[in-house]
């Protein structure tokens, strides 16, 4: 039996380095945007252009060097995105699921890091341009980092009513349901594209200080799911060996663990 | 399985196949035609010299951009070869196969922008020389530093290489080798942006012509290489019916 | 599915333990945790923009109709009831009545739907729209995002419905996973009616 479980392990090494490498990636994109090109919190929408060409000279290094690793490394993105299209197809849903959550979150990339990095990159490249033309590239940046969230509403619509009808057990049920929390946020950054300044603006209170906790919860979340996934993964076909962590019981033993 | 099933199967595959020398054909044309490529243009070059760059040999930087907007994506069909020759491998999930197909798209899409912008910047050549600079600023920086998703693919073909663990694997064992050195010699493009002058700039050694020439030499090996894995899955198969 | 088999899920689902202490699905109140949170920092936020422009806030405030706001809070506390009912019958057994009970609620739902959007019109033909001030941007936002929470219970109804329609479905864990549902966002609706049309 221990034998087999080994062998198991073994054969289990893509999904475990797939694992890994998307806790990596989320990590080296987490520090890149906070704290390297410190993109992240967003610059205010209502800089005018001489005041956008400072954030650019503030952050010259920072984004020449934090995106540059971007530029290399982000095509592993797609890591993360191959390991949840495997945990759709394991489960007893149409592989429609599967390849339009493979081909959304792939799409995803491209307003996902790919406009922000080369707007950004140009703008702090040339420092002498017009202030106008700079104030250009970073609402071009910004904007199409945050506003462009239907990709990934639709992704997560997709992946929530796989794991919804789902029946061998691969993902729970209160993670569906999380999804749906997420894909509402998705919706609440839309007027993002409409306001310079308050709440909904993209770095407001509403549009980034709740929206990015709730995705952070919902990233964690899943992470730590596709982990329990793979260990209970027996990469076959059908209802899987062990049903998915129950919440309430994690949390009756995290409690019970915190009292003993 | 019936002969007949199988030959369909593979005279569909060796169709896609060949069109890679007529696509590498298109492309090295592409690449000799488009003015701004020998030498490639500086990014030292002020707005009034780009916009006068834009305003010499219009035609060839159109034609050139024309055919490397429709002819860039023609690559993904091979690709999806590739990824299908992934079936034959003794991986235990598809988890790799989707990588390759996830980061497939990315390489032709990042590529495609960057000749929108340089056909954008020749579309009006008396536009005024700030906006001809910043749009060629865009053309060069997505071509030059957009390369996430080529350096995915070179280490994700590699890595599914290295882990074929049978007698008789898919791919020799020396193309993961090779993908891990073009992934490495394709990386410093990705930091072009730190450098105006030098190896490293956009029109230097280093990031144009290693990184680009490195691709070319993918093309002809992976063709190569495609060709007798197509032939191994096809014995493969016969040997199993 | 039968009753048998429903009442089977909520043992499985975390032992015993958790079928006592939650009805329905245990896991759908993890979404009304979260999303109760979330909302609640909505409130918070708004509330926290109406201590800085009291006196902006109270002139905006007068474009709303008192009235309306009543008339819609019935209409969905009493669609939650209508749900309840439905609910309670599915418990009981009286399938036939569980769904014509689930067929008012969707139509009270729809009525809310209908007012709010008469109202929204109303008010942009009246120059109130989500950009001219920031109590509007406020009050279109809210009232925006829990019609998008209403339009998913809809759906959540519609797949209630499409349960109970058959003998050989009928998971009462489903059932009254749905009405949670609902129930969530009518108790959402009555916490934005009464910081937007009622506090002054």
């Known amino acids: 039996m221990t034998q087999e479980r ?27 945007f906070f704290a390297l090109a410190r993109a992240q919190p967003p610059g205010r929408p209502w800089l005018d252009p001489g005041q956008t060409v400072a954030w650019f000279a503030d952050r010259h290094w920072g984004l020449l060097i934090g995106f540059g690793l971007i530029f290399v490394l982000g095509g592993f993105s797609a890591v993360a995105l191959a390991l949840i299209t495997y945990s759709i197809r394991r489960m007893s849903v149409s592989p429609a699921y599967a390849y339009s959550y ?29 202030p106008v033309t700079t104030q250009w590239l970073y609402d071009l940046g910004f904007l199409s980092f945050v506003g462009t969230m239907g990709v990934f509403l639709v992704g997560s619509l997709i992946w929530m009513v796989a794991i919804l009808i789902d029946e061998n057990g691969v993902l729970p049920r209160w993670f569906g349901y999380l999804s749906l929390v997420n894909a509402l946020t998705e919706v609440v950054i839309a007027p993002s594209w409409i306001f310079q300044r308050g709440v909904l603006a993209y770095n407001g209170a509403i549009g980034f200080w709740v929206n990015v906790p709730v995705f952070g919860l919902y990233t964690v979340a899943f992470i730590l799911l596709l982990r329990d996934f793979i260990r209970r993964d027996d990469l076959g076909t059908g209802p899987l060996p062990m049903p998915p962590p129950d919440v309430w019981g994690h949390a009756k033993r995290a409690v019970e663990a915190v009292g003993a | 399985m019936p002969p007949g099933e199988v030959s369909t199967s593979r005279v569909g595959e060796r169709i896609i196949y060949w069109t890679w020398v007529p696509l590498f054909a298109i492309w090295i044309t592409a690449f000799l035609l488009f003015p701004g490529f020998i030498p490639p243009v500086s990014p030292r070059a002020s707005a009034a010299e780009v916009a006068e760059f834009y305003r010499q040999d219009l035609s060839r930087i159109r034609y050139s951009m024309i055919l490397f907007n429709w002819f860039g994506v023609a690559l993904i069909p091979i690709l999806m070869l590739i990824a299908e020759r992934m079936r034959g491998m003794a991986h235990r999930t598809p988890v790799l196969r989707f990588c390759v197909i996830g980061v497939a798209g990315g390489a032709p899409i990042a590529f495609l922008t960057s000749t929108v912008f340089w056909l954008v910047a020749a579309f009006r050549p008396d536009r005024s020389p700030d906006l001809t600079l910043l749009t060629n600023d865009l053309a060069w920086v997505t071509f030059t530093c957009g390369v996430p998703f080529l350096i995915a693919l070179y280490l994700f073909i590699a890595l599914a290489v290295a882990w074929d663990d049978q007698p008789r694997p898919v791919f020799p064992r020396w193309i993961a080798w090779f993908n891990v050195v073009i992934a490495l010699v394709t990386v410093p493009a990705a930091f072009a942006g730190l450098a105006k002058r030098g190896v490293f700039a956009w029109d230097g050694l280093v990031s144009f012509w290693v990184k680009n020439v490195a691709i070319a030499v993918w093309i002809v090996v992976m063709a190569w290489s495609l060709r007798s894995a197509m032939a191994r899955d096809g014995e493969v198969i016969e040997a199993g019916a | 599915m039968t009753a048998v ?12 333990d958790a079928a006592r202490r939650f009805p329905g699905d245990p896991d759908m109140w ?35 109709t008192m009235w309306v706001g009543i008339l819609e809070t019935i209409l969905l506390l009493t669609s939650s009831w209508a749900i309840a009912r439905c609910v309670q019958c599915t418990r009981a057994g009286s399938y036939a009545a569980a769904r014509q009970f689930a067929f008012v609620t969707a139509g009270l739902g729809a009525a809310f739907f209908a007012l709010k959007i008469a109202e929204w019109v109303h008010l942009i033909r009246d120059g109130y729209s989500f ?10 936002f809210l009232t925006g995002i829990h019609a998008a929470h209403l339009v998913i219970g809809f759906v959540a109804l519609g797949v209630l419905v499409y349960e109970l329609s058959d003998p050989r479905r009928r998971s009462h864990k489903t059932i009254e996973t749905c009405s949670t549902y609902w129930h969530t966002v009518d108790l959402f609706w009555v916490v934005i009616f009464a910081m937007l049309y009622v506090v002054r």
């Not at chain 3, 088999?5 to 015993?16: E, K, S, T």
């Not at chain 3, 109760?36 to 926290?48: D, E, K, M, P, Q």
């Open chain 1, 6 to 32: 080994g062998k198991l392990r073994g054969a289990k090494r893509e999904l475990w380095l797939a694992w890994y490498v998307t806790v990596a990636f989320y990590g080296l994109y987490s520090v890149v």
């Open chain 1, 102 to 130: 493979l081909i959304l979150y792939a799409i995803a990339a491209i307003p996902g890091f790919m406009f922000i990095c080369v707007a950004m990159t140009c703008g702090v490249m040339r420092p002498d341009l017009s």
């Open chain 3, 30 to 64: 993890i979404f009304v945790v979260v999303e109760s949170l979330v909302f609640t920092s909505y409130f918070c936020i708004y509330l926290y923009a109406r201590t800085q422009h009291e006196q902006a806030f109270l002139a905006a405030q007068s474009a709303l």
């Open chain 3, 131 to 140: 950009g001219s001030s920031d109590f509007m941007q406020h009050f279109f």
């Open chain 3, 5 to 16: 088999d429903g009442l089977a899920d909520d043992a499985a689902v975390g032992g015993d």
